[in-house]
């Protein structure tokens, strides 16, 4: 993994252009170098950038045009990204503090050419810790071929790819990190924790703040944790036994668990109560958000960014989660579970779609459960089919997923529009093979032609 990571970053596409992307980047030349949380001169810079289309985008009525209560810039996104890209923004800090004598272009404002670079390795840093996070977990109950090869087939076949190096200004590799480790160490530590061990049950909390302070949907994970409280009992019940010490233990545990993501969500209060007068995220967001779960079916089956539609290889891996029962019924109740609140979550929003989107991205933060679900798969079929052709079909897989990607940035198929899934397919096989060599010089001289599709 350590070596793919390596010669993958020549890939990576750096670059800080939509709105959330702005959004996540902005906190940190505001905070650092301005000390403050007033956005208007990094959203001043990155509009100038391209103003006909920072118009047309609508970019400069929402955020500088419109004001919050307190009369600052709006600012949707929570701060989580920007923590985890802090030591990679300031390592680029200083080399342009020492760069920057010898070429203007490396100048130490916060947002020139090291910047970006930097937070975009820093995204395909964090996608890959959160991947081996997703491996280790599955190593424990599979062989090692098939927990190595589900975690870079899920990698490599889902959109997970999409959001570490073609927009890796996103939140969602950061977001499948902080997610992947929250579970892991929920994991990690279930016997200790058991014991009533508080330190365990404090990092346990930390780890949830920092997930829900990378993206406020993740917090819904904290129902995994809830879950063994809710065994306890169920447990005790049905041995009629007295499970008073156990679920006494667990409170301690869970109140510890909520103090230390309190802690380390605080500056995200802060941050709330600054930018929007109260200790919650802005209107505009929370406002999309209905609670009937009108859309769970579009989330999962669309045309339209759907789940099961865009990356079919995540349909096996939900299956998979069944097939985890026989191993660790407990496990396998838990990420079904988790996977079915947020499913009705993203199915709740008006904006279920997600936008200009490459398929449902919000899901991101579910990679680790995904990443577990198809290593079932394939060890329940490992006894049934030879290694090679499972290893073909996850090539296979992943080729269908990088060639769904070259159809998104070339424009073969709309980004804000449902998808005519036949059409698609038959690019797949007569669209895209032929364009191979004119996309991959394109990308090599002239990457950023993809963007102007």
């Known amino acids: 993994m350590a070596v793919l990571f390596l010669i993958s970053l020549p890939f990576v596409t750096p670059r800080v252009a939509a709105s959330d992307e702005i959004e996540y980047f902005a906190y940190l030349p505001s905070i650092l ?7 208007r001169n990094q959203y001043e810079y990155f509009c100038n950038l391209d103003f006909e289309n920072c118009v047309r985008s609508r970019f400069k009525e929402t955020f500088l045009d419109m004001r919050t209560a307190t009369g600052l810039q709006i600012n949707f996104g929570p701060m989580g990204t920007a923590v985890l890209w802090l030591p990679f923004y300031l390592a680029a800090h200083l080399f342009a503090l020492a760069a920057q004598n010898f070429n203007p272009a490396f100048a130490a404002n916060g947002v020139s050419a090291p910047y970006i670079y930097a937070v975009s390795i820093g995204s395909v840093f964090f996608g890959w810790l959160g991947i081996y996070l997703s491996y280790r977990i599955a190593r424990h109950y599979f062989a090692e071929w098939i927990a190595l090869g589900a975690a870079l087939t899920v990698l490599f076949a889902t959109n ?5 190096y073609v927009a890796p200004a996103f939140s969602h590799a950061a977001s499948l990190f902080a997610s992947a480790l929250f579970v892991w160490w929920w994991w990690r ?31 819904v994970f904290f129902v995994i944790p809830l879950l063994e409280g809710l065994q306890i009992a169920y447990g005790g019940w049905r041995a ?5 010490v156990e679920l006494k233990r667990w409170s301690i545990g869970a109140f510890v668990m909520v103090f230390g993501a309190f802690v380390v969500f605080i500056p995200q209060l802060l941050t709330y109560r600054v930018l929007n007068g109260n200790f919650l995220p802005a209107r505009n967001v929370t406002d999309k958000f209905t609670w009937d779960g009108a859309h769970i079916l579009d989330v999962l ?3 339209f ?7 079919p290889v995540v349909l096996l891996a939900v299956i998979g989660l069944f097939l985890l029962w026989r191993r660790d019924k407990f496990l396998a109740a838990t990420f079904l579970v988790a996977l079915a609140v947020e499913t009705y979550l993203l199915g709740s929003f008006s904006t279920w779609f997600g936008g200009a989107a490459f398929g449902g991205r919000r899901f991101i933060n579910c990679t680790v459960l995904f990443v577990v679900g198809l290593a079932a798969v394939v060890d329940a079929l490992s006894t049934r089919v030879p290694r090679p052709l499972l290893v073909g079909a996850g090539a296979l897989l992943i080729v269908w997923n990088l060639f769904f990607i070259i159809q998104f940035v070339t424009g073969m198929v709309p980004r804000q529009q449902p998808v005519d899934m036949l059409e698609m397919a038959r690019n797949q096989f007569f669209g895209v093979p032929p364009r191979l060599f004119e996309i991959a010089q394109r990308f090599v001289l002239n990457r950023g032609s993809f963007f102007k599709q």
């Open 33 to 39: 170098l301005d000390g403050d949380l007033n956005f």
């Open 160 to 164: 997970a790819v999409y959001y570490m």
């Open 301 to 303: 089956f669309s045309n």
């Open 305 to 311: 960014h759907g789940l099961f539609a865009w990356t």
């Open 189 to 219: 530590t279930r016997k200790t924790r058991a014991q009533g061990n508080l330190r365990d049950w404090f990092l346990l909390g930390a780890s949830g703040g920092l997930m829900t302070m990378v993206r406020e949907q993740e917090a």
């Open 240 to 244: 009629r036994g007295n499970v008073f």
